[in-house]
């Protein structure tokens, strides 16, 4: 996502706030936190996912804070139901590392990893560490510097989570860059002397070719193979409604990376969007039991009257094909979401949630639950609508469980009007 797109996006979900129309009257939702624009000193505009420590205590990120760079922030809950924010991480005043988009991760010790998709030595990003210290210290550690290899070669822009591999690698994506200038896919390795070395596994072709743009991350499945999306590249659609109008390159594809025996990694594409299948995927993918592939596409389906809202897919391998299935196309009609930003989690019966950044009536978005059904037909549940922003708008990262089933996420923007920089949020569960 381009820094201009960026800028786009948020004036859209700021221009929500001004919005007005009837509030749901059964609403489970809890505001934990208001990120504000004009003191900043907290950060303001999450896009990260939210995880939890064994305390119950919540970690996330945001994109920007006093000197435009972001935060890593905890959230403690309190006895009487209030959470308190603590700082730790702020960019400013350096900006050492830049700006997070991605959430953060533990390792077994209790430190903290994640990425800026700017910033650094090179302002090509970063991969950084948090270790946690006496009196609630935490000291930063960039393990990596992109953009290190001319023309950046070793990949450049990280938007994208990390994940450990067995062995306490690392392993993501990086949206430019490359061998190809279209992106990476790359590990990072610790060594006996404490320094991180990268390794590109792949590198994407720039837009107009195979593929192009990963800015979700990847996972792995139970054979160590990796799965992830690319936002361009494929096929181009007919309709340009139905792909992102800032590429026009392509509607995106799903990937996979197998290792082989000499440390080199083989690519191949498991599908092509058209547009009418769904169309530039902004996040990664999930897998299930079976080695099913689920994922959102920001563009593209049937929906919004043909053009293309998005949509919800799975991808089923059959004797070593694969093969697509929209399980839902998002609209404007019928109270229902469309644009999903994010990807997508299961719950312990199988049933996937995910976010949409906007939703109507109100325009602000939702939270969703998709479940399966008889003859393979997918059901869609509304869970949380924010309709006009009472509560907060414009939710562009996926949903976390906690131990009782409630739902936790961000959104872009709040209830303080043009000061509000996004919200932490908590959706209670239905009832026994």
């Known amino acids: ?10 004036a859209v979900v700021l221009a929500f706030l001004a919005i007005t129309g009837s509030a749901f009257a059964a609403r489970r939702e809890l505001v934990l936190h208001t990120f504000r624009v004009d003191t900043g000193s907290d950060g303001y505009y999450p896009f990260g996912p939210l995880i939890f420590d064994v305390a119950g205590n919540l970690y996330g990120t945001t994109s920007r804070g006093t000197d435009s760079g972001g935060t890593v922030f905890e959230l403690t809950p309190g006895s009487d139901g209030t959470w308190t924010e603590t700082i730790l991480n702020n960019c ?27 910033g650094g030595a090179y302002d090509g990003g970063t991969v950084f560490e948090l270790t946690p210290g006496l009196g609630g210290t935490w000291t930063e550690t960039i393990l990596y510097n992109f ?28 949206s430019i860059g490359g061998a190809r200038n279209g992106g990476t896919v790359f590990e ?19 837009p107009g070719h195979t593929a192009a743009g990963p800015f979700g991350g990847v996972v792995f499945d139970s054979a160590g193979n990796l799965y992830g999306t690319t936002w361009a590249g494929g096929i181009k659609s007919n309709n340009s409604n139905n792909c ?3 590429s026009k390159e392509g509607c995106g ?22 547009g009418k299948d769904g169309a530039n995927p902004q996040a990664g993918v999930v897998l299930d039991g079976g080695g099913n592939v689920y994922g959102t596409t920001y563009y593209g389906g049937a929906g919004c009257n043909g053009e293309g809202c998005g949509v919800a897919f799975r ?34 019966a199988g049933n996937l949630y ?31 609508n924010w309709g006009t922003c009472e509560f907060g708008c414009g939710p562009e990262s996926p949903v976390t469980f906690d131990q009782d089933g409630n739902l936790y996420g961000t959104t872009l923007a709040g209830t303080c009007g043009e000061n509000c920089g996004g919200t932490v949020y908590e959706i209670k569960a239905k009832p026994q």
Request: glycine share 12%; charged share 20%.
């Open 92 to 118: 400013s005043p350096n900006c050492t590392a830049g700006s997070p988009f991605g959430g953060v991760i533990f390792d077994g010790a209790g430190n903290l990893y994640g990425t800026t998709m700017d």
């Open 354 to 384: 995910g976010t949409t950044s906007y939703s109507v009536p109100g325009g602000a978005g939702t939270v969703f639950e998709l479940t399966p059904g008889a003859d393979d037909k997918w059901t869609e549940i509304i869970v949380h």
């Open 253 to 274: 594809r799903v990937f996979e990376l197998m290792p082989n025996a000499d440390g080199t990694w083989s690519e191949r594409t498991l599908h092509r969007f058209n």
């Open 188 to 206: 990072l390795t610790p060594g006996a002397d404490g320094k991180w070395r990268e390794k590109v596994l792949h590198s994407f072709e720039e």
């Open 147 to 174: 953009c290190s290899v001319s023309k950046c070669a070793d990949g450049g822009s990280p938007y994208a989570n990390l994940i450990f591999d067995a062995a306490g690698n690392l392993y993501s994506t990086t």
């Open 315 to 348: 991808l089923t391998q059959v004797n070593g094909r694969w093969t697509e299935k929209v399980i839902h196309d998002f609209n404007v009609s019928g109270a229902d979401g469309y644009f999903p930003f994010a990807g997508l989690i299961f719950d312990a």
């Open 244 to 246: 992102d109008p800032y």
């Open 1 to 10: 996502m381009s820094l201009t797109r960026f800028a786009s996006t948020v």
